[in-house]
Every structure is written in structure tokens, then in C-alpha cells.
């Protein structure tokens, strides 16, 4: 099982891209010239991670105009913070795509007045001191197979609250009243289901 | 809380759930750079990243790459900073006296907004026109890039009825007012509000009343307008 239509289930022609144009090689080459105010390598590291970035948030958002306001925003983000990253230690996908699924779910919460709102934890959380030495291939085609499987093999509760908290960005508090359960219930459905995600990525995911 | 006793919620603190007590804890391991907590958070970024990387893939506009790097272009060479600085300081101040306004619960938004009006204030395209003799007690002054947005400031806006809104018009040099975006004043009569993205062929920009939602076209008349 799998949380439908969000998921792509099976190896698909544009995974089989993504997993190319992932290449991490150029990674430490792309984030000096970045730091250098080089405007060439913005236009490579879109063309790397801009799709990507572009899913993530459409994927939370379901909005393409307010995407495309929002990549913008991450490219413009990587761009003014580039100098706190450390090229030769940090993952830049993974840390640009921290930056792309922050902008969304502060777009989400933005919209609902009753949703908590922490920018400080948002800064904190796509701090680049979190990307460092982050295994750079965890963006590849073996991982994102890996993820669809761990996921697939949940119940469909742990689906449901990763995709809340994933997709709409809701705390576990929100969940619980959303899915009219004991906040105690859904605290564990949520451990169990991280818990089951990183033991069937600790290989592939952990040094 | 000790780092031993938050372990667990590392990875729900990565994905932004994490519940009170310890998503404050794991924030406050973190804002002192504690050894254990900031590798073991990256580790569960790790997973979150594993998940972003698993969503179904969709093209972007083709318009949206050359959007993209038109935000990020050079810095100004025409204008000097001493003439942009004190309008980025009073762009900067009155973000984020509107921050502060809400009770801190806009700051992300309100810090990507400052993002994008720095970068507007920067383009060396940027047009900008002041606004106050014909529009008393209004005043302000709008900056219009065609590749970035519009960032518009203003003081003394006149009270609005509860179920109203501004909204900005981009008024091109032919055709009808485009809609350009709602926006709210402050309880001290000021605003600052940004529209980001190319604005294409603009005589002037106007400021009208509307009704919540806005309006496709103005249904009153404007109580700004600047050529620019």
C-alpha cells in the first residue's frame, strides 16, 4: 500500500532522469562558485535541483503559480545564504530541498490562521550545519526506491500521519483532531512509522 | 531534557512535528550547537530528504528557470548604496514592525518578503516613484522592477471596513488594470507589501478598496496613482 497519488510506485522515466541530473559531483564545485557570486552556477544548480525543488513543492502547495513563487524564493534563499554553507563538507540538494519544503509548508501554515507558525524552528531546521557531511547520494534512484518501499510496507495509519506531516505540514497535535484520534495514538503511530522509514533506510541512508 | 532523552524525537523534529516539550528542547540543543543533537538531527534530515527525494516528478514552467536567475542578478552598478540604503532600512524596518505586528507568527514569510524586496531594491532596472502630493494623507513610495515585482510602502493609508482590502493594480500602457495583490495595513495606518515576478509593460500602479478576495477589475476609485 501506498499513500495514493503522491508516491510514484514504480521506477519511472523521470526518476530514471532524476537520478542522473543528481550527479553529486559538481556539488563542492557549484556551492564555491555560488559563494563567489558566480550567477552561471545559480543557473546550473537550477537546472540540477530546480524539477526537484519544483515537485516538493507543487507536491505540498497543489498550486502552480504559488510553486513557481515559492522556487523562486528557495533559489533566492540558497543564493543569500550560500555563505554560511560549507562546500567541501555539505550536501546541497539536500539542503536546497530543506529550504524548498520549508518555504511550502510556511506557505500552508500562512494560509490557516489557526496553524502554528515557528520561523525561528524553520531557520533552524534548514540551517546548513544539519547538511554537513550528509551522505550526497541520498537524492539518488536507489534511495527514492528504497523510501517508496519503506513506505509501501506502513499501515495505513503511519501513511496517513507521514503524508500529513509531510505533504500539509500538520503537528501531531493537528493530526490527532484532523484524524479524530487520542493525540497518544497518533504520537506513536508517527514514532513507529519514522522508526520503520530509518530502519529500512539505515544502510542506505546512514554512514 | 538530556540529548539521550530526545534521541528519539530527532527525526520528528526534522520533519517539523515534533511535540512540546520536546520540540523546544531539541530547538534550544541546536540554537547552542550541542554535539550530540545537531549530528543526530542531521541524520534525520537525512530521512526527510530521502522523502523529498521519493515525490512524483513534475516539469516546471519553462519560464520559471530564467525567473529564477533574473532574481539573483549582479547588484546594482547605477545606483550607489547611499541612495538604496535607507529605503532597504526602511523596507527592513517596516517588515519587520509587521512581523512584530503578528505576533511573530509571520516571520518566515515576512523574511522571504524582505528577501525579495532587497532583490527588487537591487535591480539597477528598478523603477522608483514617490506618492503623497495628490494622495494626502497617504504617502509612501513604490519600486517597480519589470524582470522582479513591485515592493510598495506606505503611511497614513486611509481606514478600511472590516471585509476590505487593498489591492494593487499594475496599470500597463494599454488594456485594463492587472490585479497585482491584497494586502492589509497595520493598526498605524503603514504597509509594506511585495509582489514578486516579472511585471510586464507597467504605465503606473494604483492602490484601491476592494471587497476581501479582491477584484478581477477596481470597483472604486484608486486613492493612488503613480506613473511611473
Redesign the interface.
Known amino acids: 500500500m501506498f499513500i495514493p497519488g503522491?508516491?510514484?510506485t514504480s521506477m519511472?522515466m523521470?526518476?530514471m532522469?532524476?537520478a542522473l541530473e543528481?550527479s553529486s559531483k559538481h556539488d563542492e564545485d557549484l556551492a564555491r562558485r555560488l559563494q563567489r557570486?558566480d550567477?552561471i552556477a545559480?543557473?546550473e544548480i537550477?537546472?540540477r535541483f530546480?524539477?526537484?525543488a519544483?515537485?516538493?513543492i507543487?507536491?505540498i502547495v497543489r498550486d502552480?503559480a504559488v510553486?513557481?513563487?515559492l522556487?523562486?524564493?528557495t533559489?533566492?534563499?540558497v543564493?543569500?545564504r550560500i555563505h554560511a554553507f560549507e562546500p567541501a563538507r555539505g550536501?546541497l540538494?539536500?539542503w536546497l530541498?530543506?529550504i524548498?519544503?520549508?518555504?511550502a509548508?510556511?506557505?500552508l501554515r500562512?494560509l490557516s490562521a489557526g496553524m502554528d507558525?515557528?520561523?525561528?524552528?524553520?531557520?533552524?531546521?534548514e540551517?546548513p550545519?544539519?547538511?554537513?557531511?550528509?551522505?550526497r547520494d541520498?537524492?539518488?534512484i536507489d534511495?527514492?526506491r528504497?523510501?517508496?518501499q519503506a513506505?509501501a510496507k506502513l499501515s495505513a495509519n503511519q501513511q496517513k500521519v507521514?503524508e500529513l506531516?509531510?505533504y500539509e505540514?500538520?503537528?501531531?497535535?493537528e493530526?490527532a483532531e484532523r484524524m479524530g484520534e487520542p493525540?497518544g495514538t497518533v504520537?506513536t503511530w508517527?514514532?513507529t512509522a519514522?522508526k520503520h522509514?530509518?530502519e529500512e533506510?539505515g544502510q542506505?541512508?546512514?554512514a | 531534557m538530556t540529548c539521550e532523552e530526545l534521541r528519539q524525537d530527532y527525526t520528528s523534529y526534522a520533519l517539523g512535528i515534533a511535540v512540546e516539550p520536546e520540540r523546544s528542547e531539541i530547538a534550544a540543543h541546536l540554537s547552542r550547537e550541542c554535539p550530540n543533537c545537531v549530528p543526530g538531527v542531521a541524520s534525520a534530515m537525512a530521512t526527510v530528504t530521502a522523502i523529498s527525494g521519493a515525490v512524483e516528478i513534475k516539469q516546471p514552467p519553462r519560464h520559471l528557470r530564467r525567473r529564477v536567475l533574473a532574481a539573483i542578478e549582479p547588484a546594482p552598478k547605477r545606483w550607489s548604496f547611499g541612495v538604496v540604503l535607507p529605503w532597504i532600512i526602511t523596507a527592513a524596518m517596516s517588515l519587520a514592525l509587521v512581523t512584530i505586528g503578528i505576533s511573530g507568527r509571520r516571520q518566515g514569510g515576512d523574511s522571504a518578503r524582505l528577501e525579495q524586496a532587497l532583490s527588487i531594491l537591487n535591480d539597477p532596472a528598478t523603477r522608483d516613484v514617490a506618492f503623497g502630493e495628490t494622495e494626502k494623507p497617504s504617502k509612501g513610495r513604490i519600486f517597480v522592477s519589470a524582470g522582479k515585482g513591485v515592493v510598495f510602502i506606505g503611511a497614513s493609508l486611509p481606514r478600511i471596513d472590516r471585509g476590505k482590502t487593498f489591492e494593487l493594480w499594475v496599470i500597463p500602457a494599454k488594456g485594463n488594470p492587472v490585479p497585482a495583490g491584497l494586502f492589509q495595513s497595520q493598526p498605524d495606518a503603514t504597509a509594506v507589501f511585495v509582489r514578486p515576478g516579472p511585471v510586464d509593460n507597467a504605465a503606473a500602479i494604483s492602490v484601491t478598496v476592494e471587497p476581501e478576495g479582491g477584484s478581477a477589475q477596481p470597483t472604486t476609485t484608486p486613492f493612488i496613482v503613480t506613473r511611473l
Open positions: 503522491i508516491f510514484v519511472t523521470p526518476g532522469l532524476l543528481l557570486r550567477s545559480m543557473a537550477y537546472d530546480g524539477r526537484l519544483y515537485s516538493v507543487l507536491s502552480g510553486a513557481e513563487d522556487v523562486q524564493e533559489f533566492l534563499r543564493w543569500n550536501a540538494g539536500p530541498l530543506a524548498a519544503r520549508n518555504r509548508i510556511d506557505h500562512s507558525r515557528n520561523a525561528y524552528e524553520l531557520d533552524l531546521r540551517h550545519s544539519l547538511f554537513v557531511d550528509m551522505e541520498v537524492l539518488n534511495h527514492a528504497v523510501i517508496r513506505i507521514i506531516a509531510y505540514g500538520l503537528s501531531q497535535t493530526m493525540p504520537k508517527v514514532r519514522l522509514l530509518r533506510l542506505a541512508v546512514e
